[in-house]
């Protein structure tokens, strides 16, 4: 198993992308992220791309946008999964941690835990979701919009509140989410956020980006406490991805907390599915205990 590394966004999709697209949906994550590093280059301005390959064909992928995790493709060859954290333990000290599918994590974070002495923990269970057609919920009072350069203050509110509960184990990177929000709301139709109001005031949010040629990635989704309950977001995310569906992409696809029995309900009640179940670690390394 051989494994090469990439400095071009653009040249790694190509020789990724027989991988990447046999599985779109396990893909998601790591399509959408490719698919931001060449569309929008300012957003993650530092990054690491690797390869495996196995007779000449792509067998297992991997990504990290600093200062975030490594994250992972849905393999075609187990040893992909050690061939490429032999290379990232080589080529990037100081991984925070690590996203894949299960059971690609463990197999990832035992081998690297052996070779770095670093300290794995398991901190979020998501499950992978997808959408080909939507189920109409429970109507809600309110409508959509989609949301605008006048609504930068409120959406970096939400957007911190949503990443301090959904990630609370992930260090805050504003300038990032700056970037982001320039993307977002730049007004191109392959990114954006949209919120749910009520009366004219905004309830709920949801956004959507790039996952490839196979979908589009919903999220982030969030409702402030005290307008939960009410079907807003569900709304709201049936009505997004009824929005991308129209628009010719093929599917739709998100990512649930598994421990948020709620938010599973809401997705399912409006079409989407389980196809696979995703964890992240986090490392710590022996010098910092």
Not at 36 to 47: M, N, R
Request: glycine residues 10%.
């Amino acid at each position: 198993m051989d494994v090469r590394t990439f400095d071009d966004a653009a040249t790694f999709r190509e020789a990724a992308q027989p991988l990447l697209d046999a599985r779109p949906a396990h893909n998601n994550l790591i399509h959408g992220i490719v698919t931001t590093l060449i569309d929008h280059p300012d957003v993650y301005p530092s990054f690491d791309l690797w390869l495996a390959e196995h007779g000449g064909e792509p067998a297992g992928a991997a990504l990290r946008t600093h200062p975030y995790n490594v994250v992972l493709s849905e393999p075609t060859d187990a040893a992909a999964i050690d061939a490429l954290c032999d290379a990232v333990v080589k080529g990037r000290p100081g991984v925070p941690g690590v996203v894949a599918n299960l059971p690609w994590t463990p197999r990832f974070v035992e081998r690297w835990s052996h070779a770095t002495g670093d300290r794995a923990k398991q901190v979020l269970a998501q499950g992978v979701y997808a959408l080909t057609r939507v189920r109409d919920p429970r109507p809600a009072p309110g409508a959509h919009r989609p949301c605008g350069p006048e609504d930068r203050d409120l959406l970096r509110t939400w957007m911190a509140d949503f990443g301090a509960e959904a990630h609370p184990h992930h260090d805050r990177d504003p300038e990032g989410g700056e970037r982001m929000l320039d993307v977002r709301l730049s007004g191109n139709h392959d990114a954006g956020l949209w919120f749910w109001e009520l009366d004219g005031e905004p309830v709920s949010l949801a956004g959507f980006g790039g996952a490839g040629e196979g979908g589009s990635r919903i999220g982030p989704v969030y409702t402030p406490p005290d307008h939960r309950g009410r079907g807003f977001a569900s709304n709201l995310v049936a009505e997004l991805s009824r929005w991308v569906l129209a628009r010719g992409i093929p599917a739709c696809f998100l990512y649930t907390d598994l421990d948020n029995p709620t938010s599973n309900r809401i997705y399912v009640d409006v079409g989407y599915e389980r196809v696979a179940e995703s964890a992240e670690y986090s490392f710590t390394p022996e010098s910092a205990r």
